[in-house]
């Protein structure tokens, strides 16, 4: 066996006809990570009869005139067939040693266990040691099982099976949530397909919490919207369907006040502490929506065209669609958009026959963490099931120049902190 440099086709042919993989090892994130100061090269391991056995996307960045590798997600490979993997193993070691590169990480799909929240019931891969203990003897570090987000990419997905009926999806949702989709949809949100022209939208909202530019999304619609494996939508506000929901909330609550008024008139004399606490309650509900019909009044005059709220871009390969990246506004986070806009996308592809729908990362749902308690309950409130993978693996590929590269951190960390 043996490795070669494949063609864009040839690398193509065999990812879009391997068993499971991700939309982070196709040519097409290779292209857009090549705008990122990132070269690309993709990898084949082919038998005697040329056939391809596994390949792999190797991104090369170069740290402080050293070269490193990442495979994303992983190779694509059977990590069950223990003969491949130390084929291929050996000839990428060899191959990428060559080409002066010092390393490279990887972070496979290796399922270490799954767990439904809905169910209580966890599944572990019976295999999952075996396969770890393999690859460590082969000279792969494990870098560890991390609970947040250190790692190259995450090492929890919340993943949502979509073989089920639509009404038994929105069925299984946490019941705050249906009724914050419900409200959501009667408040006027309203869910729109996106283009290259709308970018701006989502890049005001995640420029912060994004380390790349707006050009990195203009590169994902530009290279993934080729083969259709691309989607972008944002939730606007119809402040005007906004306003006449509030003014018949508010109309219904003055005659429910009204009634309690009603009948304390005709009760003056008896027992009506309860009565009165009701009408109390409310009150204060009549006055807060007074208060929202006063802001939705205004927000109307000074955006009778809508305001974007929310917005979403998804990738789509195979039969798994993922959200690659999403945002809200905060200062209207309580009109609950990206719970409508996530329920409407989980319904429109669950009808266009996609078999998953992975919600993104997550960290350890076990671990509590002020930061990201409600990233993990607002995923696994859809009734996703939280997917645990083996987390990243370091392979030395060049001793040498790993070493002259750990050897130089303290010469770098001096030259970082003088400038």
């Known amino acids: 066996m043996y490795i070669k440099e494949l063609t864009n086709a040839?690398?193509?042919?065999?990812?879009?006809?391997?068993?499971?993989?991700?939309?982070?090892?196709?040519?097409?994130y290779g292209f857009i990570m090549n705008t990122q100061k990132f070269s690309s090269i993709f990898l084949g391991l082919l038998?005697?009869?040329?056939?391809?056995?596994?390949?792999s996307l190797i991104l090369i960045e170069k740290k402080h005139g050293f070269k490193y590798a990442y495979a994303p997600k992983g190779f694509l490979i059977n990590y069950n067939d223990k003969y491949i993997v130390e084929e291929f193993t050996s000839k990428i070691k060899e191959y990428l040693n060559k080409k002066k590169i010092m390393a490279v990480k990887i972070n496979p799909m290796i399922v270490k266990s799954s767990y439904d929240y809905r169910t209580n019931i966890s599944h572990i891969n019976p295999d999952f040691e075996e396969q770890l203990e393999f690859l460590k003897n082969l000279g792969y570090y494990h870098l560890g099982f991390n609970n947040l987000f250190e790692s190259f990419k995450p090492r929890y997905d919340a993943i949502i099976d979509l073989n089920k009926p639509i009404n038994t999806l929105f069925?299984?949702?946490?019941?705050?949530?249906?009724?914050?989709?419900?409200?959501?949809?009667?408040?006027?949100i309203r869910i729109i397909k996106g283009n290259e022209k709308n970018l701006d939208y989502l890049y005001e909202e995640v420029k912060n919490k994004y380390p790349r530019g707006k050009k990195y999304f203009e590169d994902m619609l530009y290279y993934l919207k080729k083969r259709n494996m691309i989607d972008?939508?944002?939730?606007?506000?119809?402040?005007?369907?906004?306003?006449?929901?509030?003014?018949?909330r508010y109309q219904k609550q003055i005659e429910i006040c009204n009634k309690l008024n009603n009948k304390l008139f005709k009760r003056i004399g008896k027992n009506n502490?309860?009565?009165?606490?009701?009408?109390?309650?409310?009150?204060?509900?009549?006055?807060e929506l007074k208060k929202e019909l006063i802001y939705a009044t205004n927000l109307l005059k000074e955006k009778p065209e809508g305001i974007v709220v929310a917005t979403m871009l998804l990738t789509k390969y195979k039969d798994e669609v993922y959200i690659f990246i999403d945002g809200y506004n905060k200062d209207f986070k309580k009109l609950n958009a990206k719970h409508l806009m996530t329920w409407k996308l989980i319904e429109k592809y669950s009808k266009e026959k996609f078999k998953r729908f992975n919600l993104g990362g997550m960290t350890n749902p076990n671990i509590k963490n002020e930061k990201y308690n409600g990233l993990n309950e607002f995923k696994l409130s859809f009734n996703a099931r939280c997917v645990e993978y083996i987390g990243d693996l370091e392979l030395i590929t060049n001793q040498t120049i790993y070493n002259l590269y750990r050897n130089s951190k303290p010469i770098r960390y001096i030259l970082k902190r003088n400038k």
């Open 232 to 248: 972008y939508y944002y939730a606007k506000l119809d402040t005007n369907a906004y306003l006449i929901n509030i003014q018949k």
């Open 47 to 55: 038998d005697d009869n040329n056939n391809i056995k596994a390949a």
């Open 273 to 287: 502490n309860k009565l009165i606490n009701n009408k109390i309650f409310q009150e204060n509900q009549l006055n």
């Open 10 to 28: 040839e690398f193509n042919s065999f990812t879009d006809n391997f068993a499971y993989s991700s939309i982070y090892q196709t040519s097409e």
């Open 171 to 188: 069925g299984n949702m946490n019941k705050n949530f249906k009724n914050k989709v419900k409200s959501a949809d009667r408040n006027g």
